[in-house]
């Protein structure tokens, strides 16, 4: 066994460990930890496969930017954990259903490839000149001249959302108390504090001349 088998079956065991911790953590934080670890896991896999543009993309898209917010979300919210856990075992049956059937999909499509294919002069070549061509040039040649328009079309709905999510955040609500800071900094003494002369000695009533109130009821 080399060492680029050695680093595979590293990874594989660490990745393993952090998927099975992310479903089984009793917190929710700690869980997506653990799915930030699997993340990194996956991409050194897509290195040794030298698909380096995937881990890349995985790196930065998924653990640079939806983890980071799916953390901020978390730390953010209170979770009853009480109240998410009541529906586990409801579910479970549909869930383990499921996870079955991915499994077996999984598996299938794995043994296909574990079947090494008849060695050929042609393959070897193809192999030989795979080897010498970097993925990551030819999908950038692919994805900027023949994909170009489909390129243009998801950067625009980006560009759209990221316009329509500042404006959401721009709209006023009449609820909301919010304080001015441009106001406050033009803000004047006479504007906040007014002077008022009052006499500091105030003469007390009378309670001899007062009239008597007699209680009807005594």
């Given at each position: 066994?080399d060492a680029k088998?050695?680093?595979?079956?590293?990874?594989?065991?660490?990745?393993l460990?952090?998927?099975f911790?992310v479903?089984?953590?009793?917190?929710?934080?700690?869980?997506a930890l653990y799915l930030?670890?699997?993340?990194?896991?996956?991409a050194a896999?897509?290195?040794l496969?030298?698909?380096e543009?995937l881990a890349?993309?995985?790196?930065?898209v998924?653990v640079?930017?939806?983890m980071?917010l799916?953390?901020?979300?978390?730390m953010?919210?209170?979770?009853n954990?009480?109240s998410v856990?009541?529906g586990?075992w409801k579910?479970?049956?549909?869930?383990?259903?499921?996870?079955?059937?991915?499994a077996?999909?999984?598996?299938y499509?794995?043994?296909?490839?574990f079947?090494?294919p008849?060695k050929?002069a042609s393959?070897?070549d193809?192999?030989?000149?795979a080897?010498?061509v970097?993925?990551?040039?030819?999908?950038?040649?692919?994805?900027?001249?023949?994909?170009?328009?489909?390129?243009?079309i998801?950067?625009?709905?980006?560009?759209?959302?990221?316009?329509a999510?500042i404006a959401l955040t721009l709209r006023e609500?009449?609820?909301?108390?919010?304080?001015n800071p441009?106001?406050?900094?033009?803000?004047?003494?006479?504007?906040?504090?007014?002077?008022v002369?009052?006499?500091?000695?105030v003469?007390?009533p009378?309670?001899?001349a007062?009239?008597?109130?007699e209680?009807?009821?005594?």
């Amino acid at each position: 066994m080399d060492a680029k088998t050695g680093l595979f079956y590293v990874f594989a065991a660490v990745l393993l460990f952090a998927a099975f911790r992310v479903i089984t953590a009793r917190n929710p934080v700690h869980a997506a930890l653990y799915l930030v670890l699997a993340f990194f896991q996956a991409a050194a896999i897509w290195i040794l496969l030298k698909a380096e543009f995937l881990a890349i993309t995985l790196v930065l898209v998924y653990v640079g930017a939806v983890m980071v917010l799916f953390l901020f979300v978390v730390m953010m919210l209170d979770i009853n954990l009480d109240s998410v856990r009541k529906g586990f075992w409801k579910h479970f049956p549909l869930a383990g259903t499921v996870g079955v059937v991915i499994a077996l999909e999984m598996s299938y499509v794995l043994m296909g490839g574990f079947r090494e294919p008849p060695k050929t002069a042609s393959l070897s070549d193809a192999g030989q000149l795979a080897a010498q061509v970097s993925n990551t040039k030819e999908l950038g040649k692919v994805l900027y001249s023949q994909y170009i328009y489909p390129l243009e079309i998801a950067a625009v709905i980006l560009l759209v959302a990221i316009i329509a999510a500042i404006a959401l955040t721009l709209r006023e609500r009449k609820d909301s108390k919010r304080s001015n800071p441009s106001a406050q900094v033009r803000v004047k003494a006479k504007d906040r504090v007014t002077l008022v002369r009052m006499k500091s000695v105030v003469a007390a009533p009378d309670m001899a001349a007062a009239p008597i109130v007699e209680d009807k009821k005594s």
